[in-house]
């Protein structure tokens, strides 16, 4: 469990910067720096992927007077950074490729919507989590290379640091990938109707 602070340290000492910081209002080009990149760039990784801790399902809020080509507007769910799919109400099972919802994301009066030709629609998306206390350990290390990235310039002037802090923050996402299909599992599939029968 990393403070939002320690993350920066991280992100520091994986650029060769030895002076760590103690607060972001701390007068230092590196805590100004940290200050500036830190919030905008935890909604990037939490963008980049669907992390599993920072998963939520809701029931979408249908507010009426769909654009022209849907049945359906919604309410974009509060403090939702990625929708990632519409779901069926009472469903569990990921939907395949060819089973997805179509759905578009778009602003309209005073906020943002989702349109889709789903009835009773609930969506699957990325949540703003702010609090680091929550943070999954695998995503306090993608954060804490992807800040890497933007600080060894500024504090450096290497190039070369960039890079590899670029490359390690793809295969930060890489192992995440692989972890997050262990935090789950899915419904057996239903077996066809043709067994059945037979038995």
Do not use: H
């Not at 720096?33 to 990037?44: H, M």
């Not at 599993?52 to 399902?57: D, L, R, T």
Request: proline letters at 7%; charged letters at 20%; a negative charge.
């Amino acid at each position: 469990m990393s403070s939002d602070v320690e993350i920066c340290n991280i992100a520091l000492s994986r650029v060769a910067y030895t002076q760590p910081i103690v607060s972001f209002t701390e007068r230092s080009k590196a805590a100004e720096l940290c200050r500036v990149n830190y919030s905008s760039l935890r909604e990037l990784v939490l963008q980049a992927f669907p992390w599993p801790f920072a998963e939520s399902i809701v029931a979408l809020a249908d507010i009426g007077s769909p654009a022209p080509g849907w049945a359906f507007r919604y309410r974009y769910p509060a403090d939702c950074l990625k929708v990632r799919d519409i779901v069926r109400p009472g469903s569990r099972r990921a939907l395949t490729s060819d089973q997805q919802i179509p759905y578009r994301a778009g602003y309209s009066d005073g906020g943002r919507v989702i349109y889709t030709d789903q009835p009773e629609a609930a969506c699957r998306f990325t949540y703003n989590v702010e609090d680091s206390t929550f943070f999954d350990p695998q995503f306090a290390d993608a954060l804490s290379w992807r800040l890497a990235m933007e600080l060894a310039l500024p504090l450096t002037a290497k190039p070369d640091l960039q890079a590899f802090a670029a490359q390690q923050y793809q295969l930060a996402l890489t192992l995440a990938e692989g972890s997050a299909f262990q935090e789950s599992q899915d419904d057996p599939e239903p077996e066809s109707e043709f067994i059945t029968v037979r038995s």
